[in-house]
């Protein structure tokens, strides 16, 4: 502090003294030693010395930058912005074709095609992420003539007029008559269409693939006709008949990759007890395989099968002496899965961003069979299984009779085919579950009740578009929102290394996001989802590449430490 | 006695081996007429070992057929192991964690046990490839990943290419396809085991798999467990090739002794009784019910069997019992608290020592309320010898300083394997052939030209001694130096050294480990003998091609044994060197800058004149004092104001 204060005071001095010795200098002359005088004038040296310097420093402030340089792959940033700008301002929309069949009915089709519209509008929710664009065509078939409405549309040329009348209804076999829709609107198209005939069976019926018809009896038909068909298109075909906030859109049980992995398990409580098999190859061959090949637009599914043994449950059920066996309640099921001991693991042959569905069956032992379970209104559940979202389901199987066989305990006995179908039909009813469909075919809506012809195929054509643009809408929504973090990143770190792959992915990821727009506006939902599906495996890709994890948590204060650069 | 005794047995090998053709043919009929399944064996060997231990060989074998849908669809084989098969293309892999050294001294080297089963401390990984070659490392790279994921160990440092190799021809199953790769520093423990056992269908709940306390088996000497699988070439076009995945954990435990107080003359050679309970605190309550068989397995070695037939003979001399060979074995020098089910011989052909005797217990009579709980109780004192491999190996350092030093193998004869070499020794050129394959990592810098062979102490020239060496050598950063040898030693060796430089690398500050003061380790060489094979070929029967345990013990392997890992201490450089570093840098750039723009601003010669001027103003000492004081008054006063305002 002194001596700083004294340099202060010095300084100060000095200047006082050489504002005061200026007039004295005349004074000093005398005193002025020659020899100690600078010969040239001054700066200029020294001001070249100091720029020299300046410039070497600046030269090699240069060389230093070049070799701390690093290698960022360019990114497009200005694209990544515009899809998810594109998809923020509402850009994807689904085009959807309705037609109404009015058959033996004598109204004016314009009128009723606005009356239609009307409810439809009415119903509509607006969805934040992706709407749909509906075009609706109406058909009056009086029986001798037919009446178009919009008379130029295009989508109703394919009816023929007079192709059915109201007796073809008349049946009671609703698959017969969804067979006999399939030619009379064409096999192959890609409206829903709504048949409406007056008939004495009062019914509404919604087929596997994208018809429906309604039976309506004698009075004011076309008022409920038109609140009806309106209520069919907008609920079921549009929303897949599941109730609003049931299971939520992004409980998409499909894993980043696209890839699901379900995850079949036997599992014997005590083997010491009873061994159970199954011959899962002949279900899997039957039964799931159909299933997976009408998924597969939407994931990629691969089934896999195991049977593991001493894995009792993690809690207790107690015994109930009225329905004579014991008995699991619902408050418990938490505790039901046994982490500990049901070793159900994740699968090697998928990838590390599959989504792994467990199915398991569970076998009881002696001692706590039959088991069931109850529901939380006191009833035994009929399925005797339960799901848990995201993770998969629990069936359990009782063996016929719970009887030890006391010779043979060790024998292995296999699980009889007919138990077996029914078990996997439960399973595919969770599996529906998991996907947000309802395991019911029953839809009951405002206006009645619509019964749903279930698909061989475990969902139905009209489900697999809903899926389908399910998926497409929440893969390009999340692909957005992926590359839209990763440039955030990219920008928010400047010394982070950009691989060339990543590059590539992005760019690729881009290119599948718009071939999946444009598919999805041209009303093709299938390829549609399936390149939004890769769009958004691509961007995880490049999001979770091993070069950016590393970088990520890099900090500043890193570069400090010279060895690290 | 022997002489007596071979003629029958030469008969009813005849007469079983016509049985068993007949046999054979009628099994490949069955095989094609009915599926096969997928089986699960469970076996366990105790062996009571020379040293007052007792060794347990647990043996687990799950095979899968080849099938469609091998990969996917499981009953009893383990799914992870399948689709890890599947996925790699693995044609034959070997995993072991193994803590402690085996003791080739007393514990032997010659019986298929250790020489299978003996494994280098940490953990060794190999495994064999059905791919292209170029595709081979990245392979290699993901089954290390994948293999460190399934038994929570550290095998992904495997993943870098300094620290695995391909041993061309000196490593038994050798192929082109082969990775090799060891951590010797991994420690193992239960979470290492815990994984393992995930991979039987009865996991520890049931079986003999029950013994394995971990308290009890951590305790023990020794300590390794293996997973070796073998895919099997695939049946048919389509088909997934089967597997055989075989399972064994190998421990050297201490019994408790059990004879408190007894005295003895000669107590320590007393050897220790000992029962399961003992040993492992535990007992078999039953079998696993998914296992097609579950035995126990009690052997007595070569020696032991000798030492006994011989104590035994001396009895009857002096007893003048009428003792005959046949109730011998009912009548041993030792209690077993069960009865065995059977009682297997050695066939001996070869070995002039004796044969060893295995007594089976079949787990399958045992349940809960009678559980199985095998002990045996000395009688008299036994001591004997185990048989050892020909050479005995061990390496060792040689030098001092942190800058160079040499490896030294050191081969010595053991006395008891000559008599097998009397047998080859009319022939006049007797060669005992001898494969070295060592790994050594890049910053132990060897040089191969400074190789040198020493046999019963004297130099030898080099080509006289090694017939055939295949050298890759390190690369700094990339790869490991590997170097693999063919011996040709004559007969009546009784020692052989190699010796060979080296000199010790830098590391990168970043490439030390932890704790890198403790020194770095070389991987343990492996010594195999192509021309001795470790079997054990017991009387053909059906029982015996029944259990893989004894079929193991029957194929013909080479004995290998594995040298110590050596603990080499490399230069560590002061860890706290980078901020010294900084310190030190940013110190000259201070001085640096201070001293140019000192230079650049100060006018030294002005300053000069005018302080001389001043002097010579101002020379009185009162003034200059009077006008520092009122200096230093203006500037508290100035600096109070300051602080006021």
Partial sequence: MAEISEAHDSDSSKSTDNASEAPTQPESEPEFNPKLMRKTKPGLKRLF??????????????????????????????????????????????????????VGFDSDPDRLRLSILSEITKLTSQNPKCSHNYTLSVTVDSGSHCLHSPTTSPHSCSYQCGSITAIDFDQNDDVAIDERLVPVFGGKTNEYSVVVVKGESERAVVGKNRRAWVVVGSGREVEIAVVKVAE???????????????????????????????SFNLLNADPRDWVYDWDFRKIDNNLLAPMIEALGPVANISVESQVLYHTPKASFSYWDQQLQSYVFSTKDLPFFVNSNEWHLDTSIAAGGRSKILQFVVYVPSAKECPLLLQLPNGEISNTNGFISPMWGGVIVWNPQGCLKDDNKPTARRTIPMQDLENMFEVFTGQFRQLFGFKSVNIYAGASGVWNLLPSER???????????????????????????????????????????????????????????????????????????????????????????????????????????? | MALLQRPF??????????????????????????????????????????????????????????????????????????????????KEMELSFTQGRWNYESWGGFDPIPSSNAKPPGVELWAVFDVPQHQIDASWQNLTHTLSGLFCASINFLESTTTYS???????????????????????????????????????????????????????????QRLHLTSTGSGSEGMVSGIILEQTLTVVLQPNSQRAGMAYASERHIQPSWSLTSIFGKQVSGTCVLAKSSNVYLLLDRGLVAELEHLHKENEKSAENGFTSQNFWTKPSFELSADPDRIFIEENSLHSKGSSVLYKFQVEKYSESEPFDLSLTWKIPVVWLSQQAPLHASRFLMGSGNERGAIAISLKSTQLSEGFMGANADDERCDLQVNVFQVVPWY????????????????????????????????????????????????????????????????????????????????????????????????????????????????????????????????????????????????????????LLNVLRRRVAEEERFLKEKAAKKTGRLSLLLSKLSAKLRGAWNEGSLRVS
């Fill in chain 1, 49 to 102: 010395l100091t720029f020299s310097v300046l410039f070497s420093f600046l030269l090699g402030l240069q060389f230093l930058w070049k070799s701390v340089e690093i290698y960022r792959s360019p990114l497009p940033f200005r694209e990544i912005d515009s899809l998810s700008t594109q998809l923020g301002s509402d850009h994807l929309i689904f085009p959807l074709h309705f037609h109404a069949l009015f």
């Fill in chain 1, 232 to 262: 069919v298109l907008v609920k079921v075909f549009v929303n897949g008949g599941r109730e609003e906030g049931s299971i939520r859109n992004e409980f998409m049980p499909v894993g980043a990759d696209g890839r699901i992995v379900l």
């Fill in chain 1, 458 to 565: 475990g969902f139905t054509e009209w489900e697999l578009d809903v899926l389908s643009r399910q998926h497409t809408c929440f893969n390009l929504h999340s692909c957005a929102s992926t590359l839209g973090s990763l440039s955030r990143l990219v920008q928010s770190l400047p010394r982070m290394i950009i691989m060339d792959e990543i590059g590539k992915q992005v760019k690729f990821s881009l290119e599948a996001a718009k071939l999946a727009q444009s598919n999805a506006s041209n009303g093709v939902y299938e390829s549609s989802a399936a390149s939004s599906r890769q769009a958004r495996s691509l961007a995880e890709d490049a999001f979770f590449h091993p070069s950016i994890m590393s970088v990520s948590y890099y900090s500043f204060e890193h570069c400090f430490a010279v060895y690290s650069l």
């Fill in chain 2, 9 to 90: 047995f030469v008969l009813l090998l005849v007469l079983t081996h016509q049985f068993m053709q007949y046999w054979i043919a009628f099994g490949s009929v069955n095989e094609e007429g009915q599926k096969q399944e997928e089986e699960f064996n469970e076996e366990l060997l105790l062996k009571p070992l020379p040293d007052r231990k007792v060794l347990a060989h647990f043996h687990f074998q799950s095979s899968a057929p080849p099938s469609t849908s091998n990969g996917r669809h499981h009953h009893i084989f383990p799914k992870a192991i399948s689709q890890l098969v599947q996925k790699f293309r693995v």
């Fill in chain 2, 166 to 224: 391909a041993p061309e021809w000196s490593f038994p199953p050798a192929s082109g396809n082969l990775r090799y790769g060891t951590l010797p520093r991994e420690a193992v423990c239960t979470e290492n085991l815990t994984p393992w056992l995930k991979l039987l269908p009865c996991r520890d709940k049931a079986g003999i798999a029950v013994l394995l306390d971990r308290p009890s088996i951590y305790r023990g000497f020794y300590h390794s």
């Fill in chain 2, 444 to 595: 132990v810098k060897v040089y191969f030209h400074s190789l040198q062979v020493f046999v019963n102490q004297q130099p030898k020239a080099i080509s006289d001694i090694i017939e055939k060496i295949h050298v890759s050598p390190s690369k700094d950063k990339v790869s490991p130096g590997v170097m693999e040898m063919v011996l040709k030693l004559p007969c009546k060796v009784n020692s052989a050294a190699l010796t060979i430089e080296f000199d010790k690398g830098f590391l990168h500050i970043d490439e030390y480990p932890p704790d890198a003061n403790q020194g770095f380790d070389i991987p343990s060489a492996i010594i195999s003998f192509p021309n001795f094979h470790a079997s054990m070929i017991f009387l053909k029967d059906d029982s015996v091609n029944k259990s893989p345990l004894l079929s193991k013990f029957q194929e013909k392997s080479p004995v290998m044994s594995y040298t110590e890992a050596l603990l080499v201490p490399l230069t560590t450089p002061d860890f706290s060197m980078p901020y010294n570093v900084i310190t030190i840098t940013c110190t000259v750039f201070a001085l640096y800058f201070g001293s």
